[in-house]
């Protein structure tokens, strides 16, 4: 069963991500449907959500029933680094428009705002849930340093964000520096 899809670039339409309940991600082709490009393994969970580092095409994030986000580049099918801050199920995850290294995430409790380029162990921002609420959506505006987040009682909350920092050819390469890096040093 499938839970998640996701394309990897606006460029290049013919490929896709999905992610499954058993917890793979399978790189998919329209032009191959009778198999899988690659299969990357790392979830213990069903894979909720899939999204690529808008200032890369080669490093895209997951996030699963598991508790865990993990970070995958394209090319290697064991992920990067693996972030698990709760013990509760992430709902879903997406990349700042405006920083390569900056992505929010939503729990049932909390959502999660994280910067790799400070930690890449704790969330730089955690905003908990009131009451009986549970985050299940978040998104970040395209044109405005705001953070929207859904809940289960259907409502939106925009969260204004300030000083977040803004992405340059040198912090992406940096990203990949350390990707490699990471990729690079024995498990």
Known sequence: MLYCFSKTSDYDTNIYMAGTEEGYIHKC????????LETYRGH??????????PFSTEVFLSCSADWTIMLWRQD??????????TTNVIYD????PSSA???AAVNETRVEIW????STLDPLIVNPATGNLKFTT?????SADCLLIGDSD????????????????????MLHDMIGSKLASPE
């Open 154 to 173: 259907g409502l939106v909350t925009v969260y204004a964000l300030k000083n977040m920092t803004v992405s340059d050819r040198k912090k992406v390469d």
């Open 101 to 103: 290294y900056v992505f």
């Open 44 to 53: 213990k969970g069903p894979v909720y959500k899939i999204t690529w580092n």
């Open 138 to 142: 978040v998104l970040f505006a395209k």
């Open 93 to 96: 995850i997406m990349w700042s």
């Open 76 to 85: 290697s099918v064991r992920p990067v680094l693996i972030f698990t801050s």
């Open 29 to 36: 082709s329209c032009s191959y449907n009778e198999q899988y």
């Open 115 to 118: 910067d790799l380029s400070v």
